[in-house]
């Protein structure tokens, strides 16, 4: 197991399209977080997954936003009708249940034009 | 509201120096501090944490120091070497709430050969 993985790693797309996103936790970490980040800021918390449950969504997290984790392994964030306010890093981490210490996946970087 | 402060957007230091990265939190429910770091085109990956009960935590050439009356951690490096050139974020948490961590906005530290 390499660590966290993400795909794609950038995405550019034209106001008002979909996009999304999909996070590869370490096999055995039950915890999943989507974090964004803009430029000149530390990660923003978006939502956090425990196993196939989704247990927080942060108000940031607009009625736009979806994220999903089916079978309690990857997971999927979408965006629908992309702003330009939506241009950011995201990223994914991942942990094991009852730890603080989170490990980062390398993020989608998302322009919307 | 930022709850995680690092007023000191970067710092240069001379390799085999201290680097000292500072962090103030308004939040006094938080129990629980990490430190990470961050490399261009990479996720953060996880430094060193300190828990509330601690006032230190040293790990090899880094140091965490934890002072919970004035809400002030600081990162101590010694000596600084130039791989240590990065982005480091102060976060925290608190000791019941694994779920969400909040980030500061980051400090880039160069250490200069």
Known sequence: ?113 | DQQVKQNSPSLSVQEGRISILNCDYTNSMFDYFLWYKKYPAEGPTFLISISSIKDKNEDGRFTVFLNKSAKHLSLHIVPSQPGDSAVYFCAASGETSYDKVIFGPGTSLSVIP
């Open chain 1, 1 to 113: 197991d390499t660590g966290v993985s993400q795909d794609p790693r950038h995405k550019i797309t034209k106001r008002g399209q979909n996009v999304t996103f999909r996070c590869d936790p370490i096999s055995e970490h039950n915890r999943l977080y989507w974090y964004r980040q803009t430029l000149g800021q530390g990660p923003e918390f978006l939502t956090y997954f425990q196993n196939e449950a989704q247990l927080e969504k942060s108000r940031l997290l607009s009625d736009r936003f979806s994220a999903e984790r089916p079978k309690g392994s990857f997971s999927t964030l979408e965006i629908q009708r992309t702003e330009q306010g939506d241009s950011a890093m995201y990223l994914c981490a991942s942990s094991l249940a009852h730890s603080n210490e989170q490990y980062f996946g390398p993020g989608t970087r998302l322009t919307v034009t």
